[in-house]
């Protein structure tokens, strides 16, 4: 059995998500992916059953990946405010400095057939948790966690990929949107 090499799972992760957000899933092959990454592609299935388990591998790993960078930036203690401040500014931040994996995963979670079963993922649970703790803590509003979570992060999705504004004026609508939150869900 040949051993596995890091580079070579890294290059074809990001071949994956090269040929994704290029060619979609059903255009993207095997084959392809393999050809991207520079491997054959007996070496793809070294480190990958067939394509379907490949995707929804790195999709787990990319996502728990942005929920980790969110929660590494959470610090015990925080007040309301600047907790909903730094919940917004580190989703912002990830998404400017990981456009391409952020579009991999937000493709990803909304093709029904793939991401069926992805539901379970840690990070996805986590912040499902972490919302609805601070609910029972009386530390925002009490709606449903899906409704929080979408005013949390929908907007700065919509901020972030906002490409006809510049990187300044980005930035006066992410403070204006953090404030707004923030009048929104705090008690």
């Given at each position: 059995?040949?051993?596995?090499?890091?580079?070579?799972?890294?290059s074809i992760k990001?071949?994956v998500i090269?040929?994704i957000?290029?060619e979609?899933f059903?255009?993207?092959s095997?084959?392809?992916?393999?050809?991207e990454?520079?491997?054959?592609?007996?070496?793809?299935?070294?480190?990958?059953?067939n394509?379907?388990?490949?995707?929804?591998n790195?999709y787990h790993?990319?996502?728990?990946e942005?929920f980790?960078?969110?929660?590494?930036?959470?610090?015990c203690?925080?007040a309301?405010?600047q907790l909903i401040?730094?919940l917004?500014r580190?989703?912002?931040?990830?998404?400017?400095?990981n456009?391409?994996?952020f579009?991999f995963?937000?493709?990803?979670s909304?093709?029904?057939?793939?991401?069926?079963?992805?539901s379970?993922?840690?990070?996805?649970?986590n912040i499902?948790?972490?919302?609805?703790?601070?609910?029972?803590?009386n530390?925002?509003?009490?709606?449903?966690?899906?409704?929080?979570?979408a005013?949390?992060f929908y907007?700065?999705?919509?901020i972030?990929f906002n490409?006809?504004?510049?990187?300044?004026?980005?930035?006066?609508?992410?403070?204006?949107m953090?404030?707004i939150?923030q009048?929104?869900?705090?008690?």
């Amino acid at each position: 059995m040949r051993r596995r090499d890091d580079e070579k799972a890294k290059s074809i992760k990001e071949a994956v998500i090269k040929l994704i957000l290029q060619e979609g899933f059903h255009g993207t092959s095997i084959s392809k992916i393999a050809k991207e990454a520079g491997v054959s592609p007996a070496t793809v299935y070294i480190y990958f059953d067939n394509k379907e388990i490949m995707l929804q591998n790195i999709y787990h790993e990319y996502s728990e990946e942005i929920f980790d960078y969110i929660f590494n930036k959470v610090q015990c203690g925080m007040a309301g405010k600047q907790l909903i401040e730094v919940l917004v500014r580190s989703y912002y931040n990830y998404i400017q400095e990981n456009r391409e994996i952020f579009n991999f995963v937000e493709q990803f979670s909304n093709c029904p057939s793939l991401a069926s079963g992805c539901s379970e993922i840690k990070g996805i649970c986590n912040i499902n948790n972490f919302i609805g703790e601070l609910k029972k803590n009386n530390v925002i509003k009490d709606y449903r966690v899906e409704n929080l979570i979408a005013i949390i992060f929908y907007p700065v999705k919509s901020i972030a990929f906002n490409d006809h504004k510049s990187e300044k004026e980005r930035a006066e609508l992410l403070e204006e949107m953090i404030e707004i939150i923030q009048d929104v869900l705090l008690k």
